[in-house]
């Protein structure tokens, strides 16, 4: 016999020897096994106490694992319902809790551009209030609304102005960030309050009403703004008229133009140069 032989010879004898040890201890532990179920079954037949205190404690025990679980904080569970967000709050009240003047602005405007005097009334309410915070004349913002947009808080131009005031959303996105990002220019309030800002830095950067309009109609460096100066400060014009009418002040003295755009331009933009920007393109003008 060869010494390979020897070597394999021995690894099977080991193998077998290592198989029929492990063999031999699983039988014997299965033996242990049943002669210990058989001892317990034994002991709770003979001693039915021991079986029912036995019971007692598996029922305690399955009881307090299902009030661990029935007691768990509600948030693991299921997480609350989010608050509902303000976008899914109506942008409306009641002209009728609005102080006069303002009331009357919102109705007529409402007759006029053929829009729900409710949401008009929240719009009016806050033209009012920013026209507080930032000195603007409420009505020269309100004016600036009707003739961008007809008060359609959805409204977009061709070249990507935006919402009630018409606001260029990508020039203006630093604007947008600080109140939930660049869809915010369809919220008809946040619209509002971001289009005051870019005709107060239009305003600033003219040094007047007349031409802070053309920069905000984008036309700073056109011979002309197609009308659009003449046409918001006309309807500021008459805005004044029904709040100091309906307030029982005296009628306001008309705008003074400065600007030589005609003001019978068929629209604010139909006579801007084609690749005009409409909208206060501050950048570059």
Request: net charge positive.
């Amino acid at each position: 016999m060869t010494a390979s032989t020897k070597v394999v010879a021995g690894v099977r004898t080991f193998v077998a020897d290592v198989v029929g040890g492990f063999m031999a201890v699983i039988h014997s532990g299965f033996a242990l096994l049943g002669l210990a179920v058989a001892f317990v079954a034994i002991a709770l037949v003979a001693r039915p106490d021991l079986r029912h205190a036995g019971e007692e404690r598996l029922m305690g025990w399955l009881q307090s694992r299902h009030t661990v679980v029935a007691e768990a904080p509600a948030e693991a569970q299921a997480p609350e319902p989010a608050a509902p967000r303000a976008a899914l709050q109506p942008i409306a009240m009641n002209p009728k809790e609005l102080p006069r003047e303002q009331a009357a602005v919102a109705y007529w405007l409402s007759k006029k551009y053929r829009v729900a005097p409710e949401p008009v009334a929240a719009l009016v309410n806050e033209a009012y209030d920013l026209g507080k915070s930032t000195q603007l004349d409420p009505t020269l913002i309100l004016a600036i609304v009707a003739i961008e947009s007809s008060f359609n808080p959805f409204a977009q131009s061709a070249v990507g102005a935006q919402g009630l005031m018409q606001v260029m959303t990508r020039v203006h996105t630093d604007k947008y960030e600080e109140v939930g990002g660049h869809l915010a220019a369809f919220n008809p309030l946040t619209n509002l309050r971001v289009g005051v800002k870019v005709l107060q830095e239009c305003i600033a950067r003219a040094g007047s009403l007349e031409g802070g309009l053309r920069y905000y109609v984008g036309a700073a460096n056109l011979p002309h703004d197609g009308g659009y100066a003449a046409k918001v400060l006309a309807e500021h014009f008459r805005l004044r008229q029904v709040a100091g009418a309906r307030a029982g002040g005296a009628t306001p003295a008309r705008p003074m133009l400065s600007t030589k755009a005609p003001a019978e331009a068929s629209s604010p933009s139909a006579s801007l140069a084609p690749g005009a920007d409409k909208v206060a393109l501050l950048g570059g003008a």
